[in-house]
C-alpha cells in the first residue's frame, strides 16, 4: 500500500481519518488514528472535562482522551506522521489509442509498480484511479465490484473490463453518462439510481479487512465529490472551575476512585490507593467529602445543554471590572476573562436598545475535537451546541481511546439580549441573532482591520430560559486587538486613537 504524510489543522476541520486525498496522479484515504505515529513528546494531551465527558458518551468509550494534532514545527528529526492508505483499487488504463470500448478498467493486483503491462502490445501504460467508488451515509466505502456491477450478478467471467468514462455537469448529485463493457459483451451503463445493495460496511482508512455491520444502502459516489466527507466536531468554550488542589485531585480520579465514595470508611479505603494516598494526606475526613460532594454537583451541572453553562459563565461577569473566571493551575493558563462594559460608556445608538449586557471577552479557550465522519449529509450540532444522542457517523480509530482535537486561545466580545426586548421586536430566533452576528462581524473586521474570515461567531439562543446572546471572537490567536475592536463598536470609537496594549488586563 502507498503511503503518505500531510500535517495541519484541516484534520479536525476537512480531512480526518477517513477523508480522501486526491492529487493529479494518486489519491488515497486517510489512515484511521491508529496508524498515526506520534514522536514521543508531540502527543500532547487536552484536558477539556466538560467536552471530553460528552466525546466518552458519544462514542461509548469511557477511557477515550483528547490529544492535540501533529504539528509540524520541527525541520528536523523525527516528526509525528500522519498515513494514508491507497484508495481506491481500480484504475482505468490511460492508454493513447482510442479504443471503441473506452479505457481499460484494471484491479491493483493487475498492476506492476504502478503501471499496466499490456500483454497484447508489450507496453507499460499509465493508470489513473477510477473516479467511482460506492459508500454509505455512515461512512463506509468500497471499491464497486465492477464484475459483479457489468453481469448484474456475481460473475466467474474473466474477460477484460472497459470503460467508457464520461463526466456530466453536476456530478456532485452523482450523475454520470459512463459505461462499462466486458469482452463476453456484458455492459452496463452507471448513473445516480444504480443500485448497488447492501453497504458492505468496508472501512478501508482502519485496516484492509476491517469492516461493521451495516444495514444502510450503498450509493454511487465521485471520491472528490464535496459530499464525500463531512467532519462532526463538538466545540466548546472552557469553563473554568474556580478549584482548590483538592478539587483537583477529585477531578483527576474521579472516575476510577472518587465517585463510589460516600462514607468515612470509603475515604479511608481511598487513602489507601497509591496513587492518591500522598496527595490526600493533607487533608481531612470532612473536607474530602465536602470535595467530593462539590465535584458531584460540578458533574451534574455539566449534564445542561454545553451553550447554557456557557452562556450563564459569560453573564456572571461583574460591573466593577473585576473579571470572573480563573487561572487553571495546572496549566498556569487563564482559561476565561470576561469583563461588563459599563452601559454609561456605550454609544447612543438604535440596534443596542435589544442589548442587555456587553462583555469584553479579553481571554477564551475555544476546543473543538473530532468524533467521526459521515458522507453525503452532513450532521451538525444543535443550537444548544449539542450533537443528536445515536447520530450516524464512522469511528475514526479501531481502539477509540482518543480523538484529535484543536484549541484556539483567543478575544472578543459577548452580548447578552434582553429577551423581552428582543420577544416584542424581532421574535429573536437563532437565525435571526445569527443574521446579527455576520453584521457586527463586517463591522468588527474594519475596526481591527482584519478579514471577516479571521473572526467567529457563537449563537445563544434559548426560548424558554431566556438566554439570548451573541459571542464574537477571534477564530486563530487575537491578543489585544479584538477586545479593543467590540469596545470600540460599542463605544462608537475611532480604533485608530487606541492603543490595544491599554485593554490588555
Ligand atoms: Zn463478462
Ligand atoms: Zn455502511
Not at 48 to 53: H, V
Not at 76 to 94: C, H, I, M, N, S
Not at 414 to 427: H, I, K, T, W, Y
Request: net charge negative.
Amino acid at each position: 500500500m502507498g503511503k503518505g504524510q500531510m500535517q495541519s489543522i484541516h484534520l479536525v476541520t476537512h480531512r480526518g481519518p477517513g477523508a480522501l486525498l486526491n492529487t493529479t496522479n494518486a489519491t488515497a484515504i486517510i489512515a484511521g488514528l491508529d496508524d498515526w505515529h506520534y514522536v514521543p513528546g508531540d502527543a500532547h494531551p487536552i484536558d477539556e472535562p466538560r467536552l471530553t465527558m460528552r466525546l466518552r458518551r458519544h462514542c461509548k468509550a469511557p477511557a477515550l482522551t483528547l490529544r492535540a494534532l501533529p504539528h509540524s514545527t520541527q525541520k528536523y528529526g523525527a516528526r509525528t506522521k500522519v498515513t494514508a492508505w491507497q484508495f481506491p483499487e481500480w484504475f482505468l488504463v490511460q492508454n493513447t489509442e482510442a479504443h471503441k470500448l473506452g479505457r481499460r478498467l484494471v484491479h491493483i493486483s493487475q498492476l506492476d509498480d504502478g503501471n499496466f503491462h499490456d500483454h497484447r502490445t508489450n507496453k507499460k501504460q499509465k493508470v489513473l484511479p477510477v473516479h467511482f467508488v460506492q459508500a454509505c451515509v455512515s461512512g463506509h466505502i468500497d471499491d464497486i465490484n465492477w464484475r459483479s456491477f457489468v453481469h448484474h450478478k456475481a460473475s466467474e467471467c474473466t474477460h477484460d473490463l472497459w470503460m467508457d468514462e464520461g463526466m456530466d455537469e453536476g456530478m456532485d448529485e452523482g450523475g454520470t453518462n459512463s459505461t462499462v463493457r466486458c469482452e463476453c459483451g456484458a455492459q452496463r451503463t452507471l448513473s445516480a439510481s444504480t443500485v448497488f445493495g447492501r453497504c458492505s460496511g468496508r472501512q478501508p482508512w482502519l485496516g484492509d479487512d476491517e469492516h461493521a455491520t451495516c444495514t444502510n444502502r450503498s450509493r454511487l459516489l465521485l471520491r472528490d465529490a464535496a459530499h464525500a466527507y463531512f467532519p462532526q466536531t463538538l466545540t466548546v468554550i472552557t469553563i473554568p472551575d474556580v478549584s482548590d488542589p483538592l478539587d483537583k485531585i477529585m477531578h483527576a480520579h474521579w472516575d476510577t476512585i472518587f465517585q463510589f465514595v460516600e462514607t468515612h470508611a470509603e475515604i479511608a479505603k481511598a487513602r489507601q490507593k497509591r496513587v492518591v494516598s500522598r496527595l490526600l494526606q493533607p487533608f481531612s475526613e470532612e473536607s474530602i467529602l465536602a470535595a467530593v460532594a462539590h465535584r458531584r454537583e460540578i458533574n451534574t451541572r455539566d449534564i445542561q445543554p454545553l451553550k447554557h453553562v456557557e452562556f450563564d459563565a459569560f453573564v456572571s461577569a461583574c460591573v466593577d471590572g473585576a473579571a470572573n473566571g480563573a487561572a487553571d493551575g495546572a496549566a498556569n493558563e487563564v482559561m476565561l476573562m470576561v469583563r461588563e462594559l459599563p452601559r454609561e460608556q456605550w454609544a447612543d445608538m438604535a440596534w443596542m436598545s435589544v442589548l442587555r449586557r456587553a462583555m469584553l471577552v479579553h481571554r477564551l479557550r475555544e476546543v473543538t475535537a473530532l468524533l467521526g465522519f459521515t458522507r453525503f449529509e452532513a450532521t451538525a450540532p444543535d443550537e444548544q451546541g449539542e450533537l443528536p444522542a445515536n447520530a450516524p457517523r464512522s469511528a475514526l480509530s479501531r481502539e477509540q481511546n482518543w480523538l484529535p482535537a484543536h484549541e484556539n486561545y483567543s478575544e472578543g466580545i459577548f452580548l447578552e439580549f434582553d429577551p423581552n426586548a428582543v420577544r416584542a421586536e424581532n421574535g429573536a430566533t437563532y437565525a435571526q441573532l445569527s443574521a446579527l452576528a455576520r453584521l457586527l462581524i463586517a463591522e468588527i473586521a474594519v475596526k481591527c482591520d482584519c478579514a471577516e474570515a479571521d473572526l467567529k461567531e457563537r449563537i445563544y439562543a434559548h426560548e424558554a430560559s431566556g438566554r439570548f446572546g451573541v459571542l464574537i471572537y477571534g477564530a486563530a490567536d487575537a491578543a489585544g486587538t479584538l477586545v479593543a475592536a467590540g469596545r470600540a463598536l460599542l463605544c462608537n470609537e475611532n480604533p485608530r486613537l487606541l492603543s490595544p496594549e491599554i485593554f490588555i488586563p
